[in-house]
């Protein structure tokens, strides 16, 4: 009798051990190691949920994510979980390599409803989630306080069109003291993009064979941001492409106003000077790019339904109110937002939260973004001046139509 | 050139091959095994996230006749021709000099090391903060000169100087060592000779010093071609090919083929073309090395 | 007669070509420079507009900071610094003996090796990143020291470097070994490669640095961190949108320092030179 409990018993340490041993093991490929803590939070809890799995947080550096997630997967070693944005989504998901997570998604309880419409669609195909974002960011307009009080304009608020925008960037504009008024970045998702939208113009044309920013209402947009280097109330592109207006230029005192990520504002509320945020003038109607990083599990990985679990957990409501108030991503679950905004009293942030209302989506495109790079390399040549605007349109419609052809 | 030591006895091949192993198996295990896949995907579609698909000529043509590419080829040329022999004799005469200076040598010999020991991403930071048209250091310069600013990075003309006077200076350190060696290598009995005879210093560098270091100058001008037909990094961090494609190279056109836009089937293309060139050039370059190296 | 010892008195000439030094180095120098006083900047003052050499306050913190913020750093340094000098043992080994053979031996198929070896420097690098990488995945190779270390023990550049200095060797010079009975070899390990020590020195110092500074293939090859080396993991202090560029200069600067001492020491090295002594006789 004795023998036989203790065999049982036995045999059960045995079963124990073994599933200790045979513990899956999947692997979560990110590129921000400043969320590693809150992350690191996450996985502690689904690891004790979940004994089985053994989750490892691989971080690489954002410069050379996509070249070392590239030859991963070529070499069969992708990541089993992995961070995805807007503009890669489309190239890796027609490559068939991410799984759909619509399933496990339903089978964790996940609420999709319960997530910016316009981001979703960003990572779904044909009906199928393949991701939902983590968090989400819009682009307001950053003013330096100090610099309005000392040229005595009034603050930006969201009755400022295009022409306010234009009036007060004069009237901040000091050469003297070195200043510019408003800072026209050549950047896309925090620069021109919204300015093309927000006149009613489009990126591309509904069936994406043609570029459609060098003529109406995009040609209107440029020629308008272009003004603010012509008429110097903005750096020159030269400038700008060495020092970073964001980070450096606004941040520095030396521009009054400019157009930023959400992602910024944590970073300009420990500014020296006082800095605030206003939804983007109007123009023809108010817009603004919603962008925001999902993840995503590979579909050939050894262990995937352990990383599909994994990827739902993530996006569980329970998962996103532990990350809420870590830093400088908005989570992207409905209602999580107010603890991001609560963290910067400086500012009214509510104003970023709020774009969701208006925003569009990032432009990614089954076309990849070439023909955006195309375009960015003309609006830089015109911006310092090497290419004169006329010129510059035929040629990044040229550009960006060919880019488009290739892309077939 | 160099003497046989054996007379082609069996047993002193074998010691050559020895010799020679190592390295030959490793340059096929670890090199010619993945030129070879890369040729193979040059005729492919490939995305490297899925299966390649049969393209034939496609890549090869459509690198010929894509006027970005063109023009890649052009400024790697163009940069080819200009930074080299530039390269070369700044780091020749800086050697001389060093080679000359009775004191600080170690302390000289460092600085023009300097910039191999910082951080290449750091290295290009700088000097791309240092061409700033508003706030770099170089038209601070110009302005307290009364001279005007230069749009380094942003002009058409300028930008590819700018890129070549980076790489001289920062690069200078290399050929001045490997020169210092060559030097070192020179027998003093010749500039023993040379001082009885009573040459002057340019004479004996004439005469004497450049015939010796031929060989060193052989080499280095070989890998300066070779490794300046593949600049890519200052290209990378300061202009992504601009303003107006004139800074664009080849390499970087592979790099954007491949890593940004997914494309390695051209990617593969682009880079045998360049490859292909590389070695007709240096082909040349070894045929020439009879007329003018001089070799004891 | 070797060179004196003792520095030759200064000349007036002298003065020029220090002016030339100076001015040649200034721009060698300054974003060193810049590099160290930045890994002391804060965080603020780091993106300033108007960067001012030396800062304003100094903030030692920033060097403990960066184990904070990555605490492999420390495995980071060991695997740079075991490749570092097995990879360039390797080079320097192999790359000698075949330059030693190339220059001064004759076998059949001579040119035909060499060319090959000429070859691959004269493939664009990243053209052999993504097949290696699949190769290396199918033999399990990745993310260990086989395929960090192995592929990189080649050199064509060496084999190149060396072939030069042993062609510009005067045959006399083994003249002596050849009488005495030395085979090939023997020639190679006796003869020629303690003759050719300067050329091992100053290739061996760019080798270390080359080694040191790589990246793109570490950085595919490994999967995990306590694998990274120490130029992957310097390049996590920069973000997507936003850098930590003090930390990320405190740790080049630390990532410097080894190769800083290892070439001081080794100037003197290459200062006191071979004497050639052994002809003049």
């Known amino acids: ?365 089954v076309k990849g973004m070439e023909w955006n ?9 015109i911006w310092n001046g090497a290419t004169p605007f006329d010129e510059g349109m035929t040629k990044l419609e040229t550009a960006g139509n060919a880019a488009l052809k290739r892309a077939q | 050139m160099g003497t046989t030591l054996q007379k082609g006895r069996k047993k002193d091949v074998w010691r050559a091959y020895f010799l020679v192993g190592p390295t030959i198996l490793g340059l096929l295990l670890f090199f010619y095994i993945a030129l070879g896949f890369s040729f193979f995907i040059s005729f492919t579609h490939w995305s490297a996230l899925d299966t390649p698909t049969y393209a034939g000529l496609d890549n090869y043509i459509r690198a010929l006749v894509d006027p970005q590419i063109g023009q890649s080829l052009i400024n790697t040329l163009l940069y080819v021709v200009i930074s080299v022999p530039i390269g070369v004799v700044v780091s020749f005469v800086y050697a001389l000099i060093l080679h000359a200076i009775p004191r600080f040598k170690k ?70 060592i490997i020169f210092l060696a060559g030097l070192k290598n020179i027998n003093q009995e010749y500039f023993d000779a040379a001082k009885m005879d009573g040459a002057s210093g340019f ?50 056109s592979i790099y954007q083929e491949g890593f940004t836009y997914y494309r390695f089937g051209d990617a593969s293309a682009v880079a045998w073309i360049l490859f292909v060139i590389i070695m007709a050039v240096t082909a040349v370059q070894l045929y020439g090395q009879k007329k003018w190296v001089h070799y004891e | 007669m070797k060179n004196t010892d003792h520095p030759r008195p200064f000349q007036l000439r002298d003065i020029g070509l220090y002016l030339m030094l100076i001015l040649g180095t200034i721009l060698a120098i300054f974003p060193f420079l810049w590099m160290i006083s930045t890994s002391l900047k804060g965080p603020v003052e780091v993106l300033s507009v108007n960067p001012t050499l030396l800062p304003v306050e100094w903030r030692w913190q920033n060097y403990p900071d960066v184990f904070n913020f990555l605490p492999t750093f420390g495995r980071m340094y060991f695997n740079t610094a075991f490749r570092t000098v097995t990879i360039v043992v390797g080079q320097l080994l192999f790359s000698a003996m075949a330059a030693f053979a190339f220059a001064r031996l004759d076998f059949p198929g001579k040119n035909f090796l060499f060319l090959m070896v000429l070859g691959v420097l004269m493939i664009p690098g990243q053209v052999t990143l993504i097949p290696n990488f699949i190769l290396f995945s199918q033999i399990g190779w990745v993310n260990n020291y086989l395929g960090l270390i192995v592929p990189s023990m080649f050199s064509a550049v060496g084999v190149f470097l060396f072939r030069q200095y042993f062609l510009s060797m005067p045959q006399t010079l083994f003249d002596a070994a050849l009488i005495d009975g030395c085979t090939s070899i023997g020639m190679f390990w006796r003869v020629g490669l303690p003759l050719a020590q300067n050329a091992l020195v100053s290739f061996g110092i760019f080798s270390t640095l080359w080694a040191w500074n790589d990246f793109l293939w570490p950085l595919i090859l490994t999967n995990t961190e306590d694998m990274y080396l120490l130029s992957v993991g310097i390049g996590m202090f920069q973000g997507q949108f936003q850098s930590n560029f003090a930390l990320m200069m405190s740790a080049a600067s630390m990532a410097t320092v080894p190769i800083l001492i290892l070439f001081v020491i080794l100037q003197k090295r290459i200062i006191d030179g071979i004497a050639m002594t052994g002809l003049k006789t």
């Open chain 1, 1 to 365: 009798m004795k023998k036989g409990i203790s065999l049982a018993v036995s045999l059960m340490l045995a079963l124990a051990v073994a599933g200790g041993a045979f513990a899956q093991s999947i692997t979560y490929g990110i590129w921000d190691a400043n969320q590693r803590p809150a992350l690191e939070k996450l996985i502690t809890a689904f690891q004790a949920d979940n004994p089985a799995i053994k989750v490892t947080l691989q971080v690489v550096p954002w410069g050379d994510y996509w070249t070392k997630l590239t030859a991963a997967t070529a070499g069969g070693q992708a990541f089993d979980v992995f961070w995805m944005n807007g503009p890669n989504f489309p190239v890796y998901s027609s490559k068939g390599i991410l799984r759909d997570l619509t399933g496990d998604f339903k089978k964790a309880g996940v609420d999709v409803a319960m997530y910016p419409k316009a981001l979703v669609s960003l990572y779904a195909k044909d009906g199928k989630n393949y991701g939902l974002p983590k968090d989400f960011d819009t682009i307001g307009l950053y003013y330096n306080k100090d610099l309005f009080d000392k040229a005595k304009v009034a603050y930006p608020n969201d009755t400022w069109t295009w022409d306010d925008l234009k009036k007060a960037a004069k009237a901040l504009t000091d050469p003297k003291a070195g200043v510019w008024g408003f800072a026209a970045i050549t950047g896309d998702q925090a620069g021109w993009w919204n300015f093309v939208l927000a006149n009613g113009g489009q990126l591309l044309s509904a069936d994406q064979t043609k570029v459609m920013v060098a003529q109406g209402p995009g040609r209107e947009a440029l020629k308008y941001l272009y003004s603010f280097v012509q008429d110097g109330t903005s750096p020159d592109g030269s400038t700008m492409a060495s020092i970073e207006p964001e980070t450096q230029l606004f941040p520095g005192g030396k521009v009054a106003m400019i157009t930023a990520g959400s992602w910024m504002a944590k970073t300009y509320s420990t500014a020296p000077f006082k800095i605030d945020v206003a939804p983007l003038p109007k123009a023809k109607i108010r817009a603004t790019i919603i962008h925001g990083v999902a993840n995503v599990v590979w579909n050939k990985g050894k262990n995937q339904e352990a990383a599909a679990k994994f990827a739902a957990f993530l996006s569980t409501k329970k998962a996103q109110q532990m990350v809420a108030d870590s830093g400088s991503v908005i989570p992207a679950y409905q209602g999580l937002a107010t603890q991001w905004v609560a963290s910067i009293p400086s500012m009214h942030a509510q104003v970023l939260v709020d774009a969701a209302q208006y925003a569009v989506p990032y432009p990614s495109s």
């Open chain 1, 373 to 381: 790079d195309q375009i960015a390399a003309v609006l830089a040549d």
């Open chain 2, 107 to 176: 302390t000289f010999r460092l600085f023009f090391f300097l910039p191999f020991l910082t951080l290449p991403v750091a290295l290009a930071l700088v000097w791309k903060w240092m061409f700033n048209k508003s706030f770099g250091v170089f038209n601070t310069v110009l302005h307290t000169f009364n001279l005007p600013g230069v749009d380094w990075l942003g002009s058409r003309g300028v930008a590819l100087w700018s890129i070549v006077f980076f790489s001289v200076v920062t690069g200078m350190g290399y050929g001045i």
């Open chain 2, 203 to 252: 004479t004996v560098i004439r005469r004497i010093t450049v015939p010796l270091v031929t060989p060193t100058i052989f080499f280095l001008v070989v890998t300066d071609i070779i490794s300046a037909f593949q600049v890519f990094d200052p290209i990378y961090i300061m202009t992504k090919g601009g303003p107006a494609d004139t800074t664009r190279s080849i390499m970087f």
